[in-house]
């Protein structure tokens, strides 16, 4: 009966009492999924991981069947957004045959550090990438960013890899926006530059909260430290939205946050209007929204914000 | 040569050109090296590590193993202050015999997060180090602090090790003063709690640096990104110090940035006035304060964070 009431919202514009229109998109992992988007009303796809092309498997994915995933989403999307984020392999995700030796992986060679060392990966992937926007809205999405020459070496790559295609002749978008992950702390602490060379910001909080907090959320030993409340977390996601704000670049975010319709009051209190997550938590999250009074969050957020005690996220009306 | 120059102001007193004094402490890791932090200038140990007395052996120590060893440091401190850190275990430094099992053990259950799951092992050396403090100043350091639940559960063992003293009529005085390691980016990010609920304060800027960039210093493949000099880094620096002295709590920085000539200027301009070093770097770092006029790196340094380029220490001056 609750999936019924909720079904009845799919079409329904996300929108506060106030008039505020909210984005809400799905996080996906594989292309099949996308079909589950549509039905639960997405407006695009804000996240879709590329792993499960990597994973499981002794060969990398050719250029050819890559651009085959990423382009069947892009077709079913038809012309919304579609955010891929490059390969973010290399901690708990490692390829196939690949010893993980680091002893900290989380803390080690992965996301777009791997890819940077493994340049050809990264062109083939880029290209792949690249050719699927010639069929609708791609956007490009960069994990794991913590320094500005990772920026400027990945749209390197990205220049690059349209090159080549030019010579190839082959069709792409030129206006593929290319955006990061801000899911360690430091950028989400400096993030004013990343703000300015980027196209747009996406808030990944499952890290982010991990790395602020120094907690691997999979080990149980220190399972229960993990708190996305901790006034640090919500002090850094206000940051990356206020940056996104103040130079005009759109700032989603797509952790487990997003989904959880008990803080879809907060994090509209924190100011954001752009959210990404599970496609089955999309009808939940959008009733909330709908009957949010956005103006009214903002100025209880900013007050709790300001306070030592953390917040409550049920206190807020 | 340099060696007799510097030498020579080992009585000096740490003071800029514009007579902001600045206190220089010592690290030390056995209780052997207050000998030579004395004979370098120390006006006290700004960071004692207590692993020594765990690691490498098969049963825990005894409290009164302990005691001796901490005591015999106070006595050669004469009175100057011994700021003793509580077991930093869990991580790299696994007890002998314990089997480090966590994927991320960085990210695990280590230090202050280890003794509070260890009541009976914390009680032990918080009695042994009380003990030690009825012959000096002893301060009480607890590393890895993130959460302010943290804080109160050390501070009520604390206040169980003096009772437990009371009833067996030991000494030790009652005015010891209690500190946490800033050294977690959320700690570093939402510290005024912190800074209200302890007397002290000590960032750990090479824990700060590897959390904050999601980086492991000790993984060659990473170990390029590691970079003090991120602008992320030195906002945490200048926030953590600030906190301090808005409620008027002292602040030093005990990690290797501490003890590197090249950046005692950007220190000073950061507003820090408390470092803690290997006892070989004292000097060096002293005749770097005598050169330096506080007050206009001050505005130098206020002046590069608010830009997005990063700043260069050997431009201040
Ligand atoms: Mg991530
Ligand atoms: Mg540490």
């Known amino acids: 009966q609750e999936r019924v009431v909720l079904a009845q919202l799919k079409d329904v514009p996300a929108e506060t009492q106030d008039g505020i229109a909210v984005s809400l ?12 988007a549509l039905a639960n009303g997405a407006t695009g796809i ?7 092309l990597f994973i499981g498997r002794s060969e990398l994915p050719t250029e050819e069947e890559q651009y085959q995933a990423y382009a069947s989403v892009v077709r079913t999307m038809q012309h919304r957004p579609v955010t891929i984020r490059t ?6 995700k490692a390829l196939d045959g690949e010893a993980t030796v680091a002893t900290n992986p989380a803390l080690g060679l992965r996301a777009i550090r791997y890819c940077l060392a493994h340049p050809d990966l990264f062109a083939t992937q880029l ?10 809205t791609v956007r ?11 920026v400027r070496a990945a749209r390197a790559a990205i220049a690059s890899a349209m090159a080549e295609l030019d010579l190839r002749g082959q069709s792409y978008s030129k206006n593929v926006e290319v955006g990061a992950m801000v899911e360690i702390p430091a950028t989400a602490i400096a ?8 196209d747009f910001l996406s808030i990944g909080t499952n890290d982010l909260i991990q790395y602020t907090l120094a907690i691997d959320r999979a080990d149980n030993e220190v399972a229960g430290l993990y708190d996305p409340l901790h006034p640090a977390i919500l002090r850094l996601i206000a940051n990356v939205i206020n940056a996104g704000i103040r130079v005009g670049k ?5 952790g487990e946050m997003a989904g959880d319709p008990q803080l879809t009051r907060l994090l509209l209190g924190l100011g954001l209007t752009q959210f990404s997550m599970h496609p089955q938590q999309l009808l939940s999250v959008k009733r909330e929204i709908l009957r949010a009074h956005s103006n009214a969050l903002r100025v209880q957020v900013a007050t709790s914000l300001n306070r030592a005690s953390p917040i409550d996220p049920a206190s807020l009306h």
């Open 25 to 36: 998109q799905a996080n996906i992992e594989l292309p099949d999924e996308a079909e589950s």
């Open 46 to 52: 804000g996240l879709f991981r590329s792993e499960f």
């Open 87 to 92: 390969l973010d392999i290399g901690a708990d």
């Open 127 to 136: 290209r792949a990438i690249l050719r699927a926007s010639a069929h609708g």
């Open 140 to 150: 490009i999405l960069i994990p794991m960013v913590a320094h500005m020459h990772e």
């Open 191 to 198: 993030i004013e530059p990343f703000a300015d060379a980027l």
């Open 250 to 254: 759109s700032v989603a975010l797509c």
